[in-house]
């Protein structure tokens, strides 16, 4: 089975623009969460979907947005970008509930 | 208080040695818990999963918790210098959630 794949794995951003990030689950999997990853605040939760709706929601400001499609596949968005967003964005999913999640490789964003 | 804590390290021991790795956290109700390996530039990989009393086995690694106490730990047997990375703890949200919490994790030194 392929892993869980993101798209682009870099990106360089101006600030005030926007960003989109692309999530591919593994096979099989419908619930898909992102994560935020950055040295001083280390993994912090971003947002779940399961089925194409947000179960959950972490603490960020609505600048961050998701959505998930019906093959499972999943976006997240960064409007209004700042240079704090600057990132590595990690996309995970698995198989049921309980079960441990599986990372992408992640996508490096920096914001300039 | 950090919702799940670990020593950030860095540990070290020598080859062919017992690394232990330890996390503590703090919502007595967490039903599943698991260990991510995070090489430097790389994004965590899930190397175990535990969800009940006592100790589970998987090659050279053991996870053991103890929800009395609210800890859970990893030992690895027979440490190898490829085991130098950083160790995540990570609990799972109680409740129908895909919330995992991370800890900041134990940099693991195996020196040759």
């Known amino acids: 089975k392929a892993g869980v794949t993101q798209t682009p794995r870099y990106l360089i951003k101006t600030r005030g623009q926007q960003v989109t990030l692309s999530c591919s689950p593994i096979?099989?999997?419908?619930?898909v969460s992102w994560y935020q990853q950055t040295p001083g605040q280390g993994l912090q939760f971003l947002f779940e979907?399961?089925?194409?709706?947000?179960?959950n929601k972490g603490n960020f400001p609505g600048r961050f947005s998701g959505r998930q499609f019906s093959n499972s596949r999943s976006e997240m968005n960064v409007s209004t970008l700042e240079l704090g967003d600057s990132a590595l964005y990690l996309c995970?999913?698995?198989?049921?509930?309980?079960?441990?999640?599986?990372f992408g490789s992640g996508t490096r964003l920096t914001v300039v | 208080q950090k919702e799940v804590e670990q020593n950030s390290g860095p540990l070290s021991v020598p080859e062919g040695a017992i690394a232990s790795l330890n996390c503590t956290y703090s919502?007595?109700?967490?039903?599943?818990f698991f260990w991510y390996r995070q090489y430097s530039g790389k994004s965590p990989e899930l190397i175990m999963s535990?969800?009940?009393?006592g100790d589970k086995e998987d090659g050279r690694f053991t996870a053991q918790l103890n929800k009395a106490s609210q800890y859970v730990s990893l030992l690895i047997r027979d440490s190898q210098p490829s085991d130098s990375a950083t160790y995540l703890c990570?609990?799972?949200?109680?409740?129908?959630?895909?919330?995992?919490?991370f800890g900041q994790g134990t940099t693991l030194q195996v020196k040759p």
């Open positions: 096979s099989g999997h419908r619930s």
């Open positions: 995970a999913s698995r198989e049921g509930q309980g079960n441990g999640y599986t």
């Open positions: 535990i969800y009940s009393n």
């Open positions: 979907y399961f089925s194409e709706t947000q179960r």
């Open positions: 990570a609990v799972n949200q109680p409740g129908n959630t895909g919330k995992l919490i």
């Open positions: 919502d007595r109700v967490s039903q599943s």
